[in-house]
C-alpha cells in the first residue's frame, strides 16, 4: 500500500510521461487516483503535466469537494468526468485523460478504432468507441462517457481526446498509450493502402487468450462489430440502437478513404 505521497509523486512521474511522449501540450490533460471510497488525488487546472511536483496535487472528494490543496493549486476543471467512471467502476483506481495527437485525430475525423489489426491491440483494448462530444468542465463529458463504462476501458473523445482508466495509475497510463498506437498504426496502415484485419477466427482465439491470461478490467468482445454506434449494443439490441452488423455498409473507395483521412488527420497535425 502506498502512502499519500508516494502517490502524489508517481501521478508526477506519469504527467511526465504523458507530456514528453508528445499526448498533451501546455497545461493539457489530466490524471486522477482513487485513495479511499470518498478520496480522490488530481492534478491541478492550469500546470503542464511535465513539471508538476507532489505539494501542487490536489484531493477531492465523491463530489468534486476540495478535501486539500496547496497554495493557488484548484483541482482539474474535468475532475467530473474521472468522478463518473469511479462512481460506474468500483473496480477502477486511476484515470487518466489526455490529446495524444493520432487518437485525437481519429477522435476529430469521427472515426472509431474498430480495426482487428494487431494481437496486442485486440487483446488489451478490443476496439475504441468515440463518446459524443461535451463542453469541457461540465457534465455533458460523464454523461457521455457513462454509455461505455460497462464494457470499455478506453475511448474517444468527439473533438477533445481520449480518456482511460484502470485497476491502478500504471494500467490506466498503458491503456492510453496503448490507444495511441493502435491509432498511430492504422493511420500509417491506411496511408499504405488500408490494413489487413485478422480474420474472425483469428480474433475468436485472442479473446479466448484474454480469457486464459485473466487480464483485468472491461473488454468489448462482440461488441466491437458496432463500435460505431452512437450507443454500444449487443445483437440482440441491434434493432433499437439503429445497428445492424448483418449488414454492412458499403465499402468506400480505398484511395478516397485514403485521401479523406490524410487531410483531416494532417491538418489537425499542422502539416
Known sequence: MYSEFEVKKQICEIGKRIYNNGFVAANDGNI?????????????????????????????????????????????????????????????????????????????AGIPLNKPIMPEAVIALGCVPIAEYGTPSTEEIPDA?????????????????????????????????????YAKLTFIS????GPKELS???VQTLYGIRKKLGVAGRHPADL??????????????????????????PA?????LVEEITKKVLSQLNL
Open 32 to 108: 486522477s487516483v482513487k485513495i479511499s471510497d470518498n478520496e480522490f488525488l488530481c492534478t491541478p487546472t492550469g500546470v503542464s503535466k511535465g513539471f508538476m511536483t507532489p505539494d501542487m496535487i490536489c484531493k477531492v472528494n465523491a463530489k468534486g469537494e476540495v478535501l486539500a490543496a496547496s497554495g493557488k493549486y484548484k483541482p482539474s476543471s474535468e475532475i467530473k468526468m474521472h468522478l463518473r467512471v469511479y462512481a460506474e467502476r468500483p473496480d477502477v483506481k486511476s484515470v487518466v485523460h489526455a490529446h495524444p495527437p493520432y487518437a485525437t485525430s481519429f477522435a476529430i
Open 252 to 256: 468506400k473507395d480505398t484511395a478516397k
Open 145 to 181: 462517457v457513462a454509455k461505455y463504462l460497462d464494457n470499455y476501458d478506453a475511448v474517444l473523445l468527439e473533438n477533445h481526446g481520449a480518456l482511460s482508466w484502470g485497476g491502478d495509475l500504471i494500467s490506466a497510463y498503458y491503456k492510453m498509450e496503448s490507444l495511441e498506437f
Open 190 to 193: 491506411t496511408l499504405l493502402g
Open 224 to 249: 466491437c462489430k458496432t463500435v460505431g454506434c452512437s450507443v454500444p449494443c449487443s445483437n440482440a439490441e441491434e434493432k433499437s440502437c439503429g445497428c445492424d452488423s448483418k449488414k454492412e455498409e
Open 200 to 202: 474472425e477466427d483469428q
